[in-house]
């Protein structure tokens, strides 16, 4: 497969530490590429860098064959990216109607009904994101992705913080996606539902990565079993 | 690049209202501290040089741009392709069109 979006060679300090030192990352249509590593091992300053949100010292993005030394999430948004931050993705002012309402002027082709049936958010249309739970949020959000139907999804930490039965639901719906067409990049350190979920696996370590390739060949990886999976430094 | 897609109707309005809003904040404290201070007399803290004005302007849209991004609308739309330049144009015009009217009465 051929990867519709790449994140390639960025680097970036801050101050005298580098955060990031030659981090790539990338998206297959069709495909879960998952970008594992410990907190503060630079997967959200590698998203950061590669959507535009901080200026990086080097890195290129690749998206639909073009080449930006000077990606905008916007730029990318129009075509056919979409980004999900670790939080807050929905705006607090507004409904989670209103933000389907948003998706569904913007892409007149939006499919809402489906994703909020799917995830019974029909009671919450009327309710502000924050009086939601950090589940019924995150569920509001994977509709709003569905809705929106990407080519790209980038998702920061989708599974951080919310409870085992809503992971299991955003695993299952971040694999239709993918089965979709849609090229998935997740991020996190929930080791045993993104193994599940991987196509293939990025490691990322001292804002380093590294390409295992498969799950079955990332849990026989020596040094990312050493270091990640049972966390012996030594 | 693609033509320029401005925020949904929702978005786009509150965003107005807040710019319109914080430019008349920033104008009513302008008259406020001028006179409390005694700064000025009250017609030149109310029309401007073009200069101030342009600044004003300047400031308002600066502050709903501030704002929209703490309450995170900025990176929703973001993901709907709505540009920060845009979101700058909108910003801009509850207070370019504020100081435009202001000037105006005042050259009367």
Request: net charge positive; glycine share 12%; charged share 20%.
């Amino acid at each position: 497969m051929t990867a519709i979006f790449a994140a390639e060679g960025f680097w970036k300090a801050f101050g005298r530490r580098d955060v990031l030192r030659n981090g790539s990352v990338w998206g297959e249509a069709g495909a879960v590429t998952v970008l594992l590593g410990r907190n503060g091992s630079g997967k959200s300053t590698l998203f950061r860098c590669a959507l535009g949100f901080v200026r990086p010292d080097a890195g290129v993005v690749l998206f639909d064959g073009k080449r930006s030394v000077r990606p905008r999430l916007a730029a990318l948004a129009a075509g056919g990216l979409f980004f999900l931050p670790d939080r807050d993705l929905l705006a607090d002012r507004f409904t989670v109607g209103q933000h389907f309402a948003a998706v569904a002027h913007r892409f007149p082709g939006a499919e809402v009904a489906g994703p909020v049936e799917r995830w019974e958010l029909g009671p919450l249309l009327d309710r502000r994101p924050g009086a939601l739970s950090g589940g019924e949020q995150r569920r509001a959000e994977i509709a709003v992705i569905e809705a929106r139907n990407p080519r790209v999804l980038i998702a920061d930490e989708p599974f951080r913080g919310i409870a085992p039965v809503d992971a299991d639901r955003v695993a299952d719906r971040l694999r239709a996606l993918a089965r979709s067409g849609c090229a998935v990049v997740v991020s996190g350190h929930e080791t045993r539902i993104l193994l599940d979920l991987a196509d293939q696996v990025v490691w990322m370590t001292s804002g380093a990565t590294h390409a295992l390739g498969s799950p079955a060949a990332a849990r026989v990886h020596h040094q990312f079993r050493r270091e990640y999976l049972f966390g012996d430094r030594g | 690049m693609g033509s320029l897609v401005f925020p949904p109707p929702p978005f786009r309005a509150v965003l107005l209202r807040r710019a319109a809003g914080l430019w008349l904040l920033l104008r009513a404290g302008v008259v406020v501290v001028g006179l409390l201070a005694g700064l000025a007399p009250l017609p030149d803290l109310i029309v401007f040089t073009a200069p101030a004005a342009g600044f004003m302007a300047l400031l308002a849209a600066w502050l709903t741009m501030f704002d929209a991004r703490r309450r995170g609308e900025a990176l929703f739309l973001a993901d709907l392709g709505v540009s920060p330049g845009v979101l700058v144009l909108v910003a801009l015009a509850p207070p370019v069109g504020g100081e435009a009217i202001v000037g105006l009465l005042g050259s009367l």
